[in-house]
T-cell receptor, first 113, second 113 residues
């Protein structure tokens, strides 16, 4: 069965600090990988996605993620966070064969001004 | 405007009283899915559908039913709701064969008393 593990449940940073959120998944087949963001009281929105090709993908708002196949990882990074990045972040795996999607438990990011 | 519409946004009901949460998308997506979001547990997939008349169980299908009679609609049915189904529910849709991300509805906050 596929699963997604996010390493940090709650991260607190000061503005301008660098961010890295860990995500590991377990599934040996073809997957699509995503990071979604959920701002307080809102629905999930896509930050970035990986389907194939360059393992370093860039998303909106200065976020990027690197797919490392050998480590089954898809870590999210941002060089300098802003107060407006305060939100919950979800890593997700979509199994293209079975059609099943699995989300991580989420990481709550709090950025202090 | 491309969107996924859920109704109602908020619902308080009593144990055992059947209810339906509707989900409709206007993007001609083949794939639709229901999730529940609970604190500390992330999003868990309830049911998904890869096309009309095709539905499959996700990770937490017990106590729920779905149907996919039309491409645009994917209602979630709780035949006999119980308090442990109190949660925030999201519907999502995406293309099946093209690599795209999921588009999420605004969410339905359900309370079963």
């Amino acid at each position: 069965a596929q699963s997604v593990s996010q390493h940090n449940h709650h991260v607190i940073l000061s503005e301008a600090a660098s961010l890295e959120l860990g995500c590991n998944y377990s599934y040996g087949g073809t997957v699509n990988l995503f990071w979604y963001v959920q701002y307080p009281g809102q629905h999930l929105q896509l930050l970035l996605k990986y389907f194939s090709g360059d393992p370093l993908v860039k998303g909106i708002k200065g976020f990027e993620a690197e797919f490392i196949k050998s480590k089954f990882s898809f870590n999210l990074r941002k060089p300098s966070v802003q107060w407006s990045d305060t939100a919950e972040y979800f890593c997700a795996v979509h199994n293209t064969n079975a059609g099943k999607s699995t989300f991580g438990d989420g990481t709550t990011l709090t950025v202090k001004p | 405007e491309a969107q996924v519409t859920q109704n109602p946004r908020y619902l308080i009901t009593v144990t055992g009283k059947k209810l339906t949460v509707t989900c409709s998308q206007n993007m001609n997506h083949e794939y639709m899915s229901w999730y529940r979001q609970d604190p500390g547990l992330g999003l868990r997939q309830i049911y998904y559908s890869m096309n009309v008349e095709v539905t499959d169980k996700g990770d937490v299908p017990e106590g729920y039913k779905v149907s996919r009679k039309e491409k645009r609609n994917f209602p979630l049915i709780l035949e006999s709701p119980s308090p442990n189904q109190t949660s925030l529910y999201f519907c999502a849709s995406s293309h099946r064969d093209r690599n795209t991300e999921a588009f999420f509805g605004q969410g339905t906050r359900l309370t079963v008393v």
